[in-house]
């Protein structure tokens, strides 16, 4: 599984962080940070994250 985040379309509202915390965060600056490619076990998390991004920045490649 590979995740891509549109960092064009993101706004850091952190809805993805609330639902995946292994692989979303917020760096030290503010800014979504996040892990490219996250273990399986815990796709159903970042799936959870792409359905709650309110402006649908969040893909999930296989």
Known sequence: MKVVVDMNKCQ???QCVF???DVFQFDD???LAY???PDDALRDEV???AD????QAIRIEN
């Open 12 to 14: 850091d509202h952190g």
């Open 19 to 21: 639902a995946a915390p």
């Open 29 to 31: 600056a503010g800014r």
């Open 35 to 37: 892990v490219t490619d």
């Open 47 to 49: 799936e959870e994250a």
């Open 52 to 55: 709650v991004c309110p402006l």
